[in-house]
């Protein structure tokens, strides 16, 4: 006899698949929304999950993209007020324009996620969502729950406004930079008692978007990575120092892990091997172990 629990998992599963192809866009669009694609990518979740509970309690299938997308747009902007995080109100944006031009600037295409940080929200959301994800302006009004000329607006500001200055990044911690290197040198290796020895024993392992694990189980973790040729090198990755993730010997990060000490024992890892769209958004900079 089938459990309940199976059957959600496996309605869960099956409802991953069905918007796998949409996934990465949300990501884009979100991190881009938060300049990070750590946020982006805890907001997609957020929204994924909201929107499994919604199908669950809808007898029809809505339209799914443009619906994913108004759930993520939602669960954005619950975030940025909760974090406060450069918010404004919707009133600020929406007067109307006869200055609109539909052509995108391809500098704005090419924005680095941080460049976006300055614009007011509804600003933000309108450019990221016409001129980087290539949505229609009825797409954008839908998912903004906003009128055409109020996006038209919004767009003219924002184009106007973005910004084409770096964000300057934080020195990086000498001692978490340290212990890091000295992860990535255990783990390349392949001394896992040496990589298990500084995990601490409450350790809690998030395999995002995957599983979670606590405790001995985090231990078949790094059972896992010996069978593969990974390797890993500390980055700065945007404002945070983390590990990122080599395969195959390839010059460029397919994903990134991010580890939390607690003073030289690891009590948090957080896996997004199973997100590696992240890596294509993410601004990083390697460090050198001389550093």
């Not at 199976?6 to 409802?15: I, K, M, V």
């Not at 600037?105 to 929200?121: C, E, K, N, T």
């Not at 729950?145 to 770096?166: D, E, N, Y």
Request: glycine share 4%; hydrophobic share 40%; with cysteine.
């Amino acid at each position: 006899m089938t459990q309940p629990s199976e059957t959600l998992a496996q309605a869960r599963e099956e409802f991953l698949a069905l918007v796998a192809d949409v996934r990465p866009e949300l990501h884009r669009y979100c991190a881009r929304l938060t300049g990070s694609v750590i946020d982006g990518e805890d907001i997609v979740q957020d929204a994924l999950a909201k929107a499994f509970y919604a199908l669950s309690m809808n007898s029809e299938l809505p339209q799914l993209r443009p619906w994913l997308f108004r759930v993520a747009h939602n669960s954005a902007i619950d975030f940025l007020r909760r974090h406060d995080r450069k918010y404004t109100e919707a009133r600020d944006d929406l007067d109307e324009t006869i200055a609109y031009e539909e052509r995108t600037d391809p500098s704005v295409v090419r924005a680095a996620l941080g460049h976006f940080l300055p614009l007011p929200v509804l600003q933000r959301s309108a450019v990221i969502l016409k001129d980087v994800l290539g949505h229609s302006l009825e797409e954008v009004a839908e998912t903004m729950s906003t009128t055409i000329p109020a996006v038209k607006a919004a767009l003219v500001r924002g184009r106007a406004g973005l910004s084409a200055s770096q964000t300057d990044m934080t020195d990086a911690d000498a001692a978490t930079r340290e212990k890091l290197q000295h992860y990535a040198r255990l783990f390349n290796l392949r001394d896992w008692d040496g990589v298990r020895a500084l995990v601490s024993d409450e350790c809690a392992l998030d395999l995002v978007s995957k599983s979670k694990r606590r405790g001995k189980a985090v231990g078949d973790y790094f059972g896992r990575y010996a069978k593969q040729n990974i390797s890993l090198g500390v980055v700065r990755l945007e404002q945070r120092l983390a590990l990122a993730a080599f395969v195959d010997n390839s010059a460029l990060p397919a994903y990134f892990i991010l580890l939390t000490w607690d003073d030289y024992e690891i009590s948090n890892i957080r896996d997004f091997r199973y997100v590696p769209y992240i890596a294509h958004e993410a601004e990083f900079e390697p460090i050198d172990a001389s550093e």
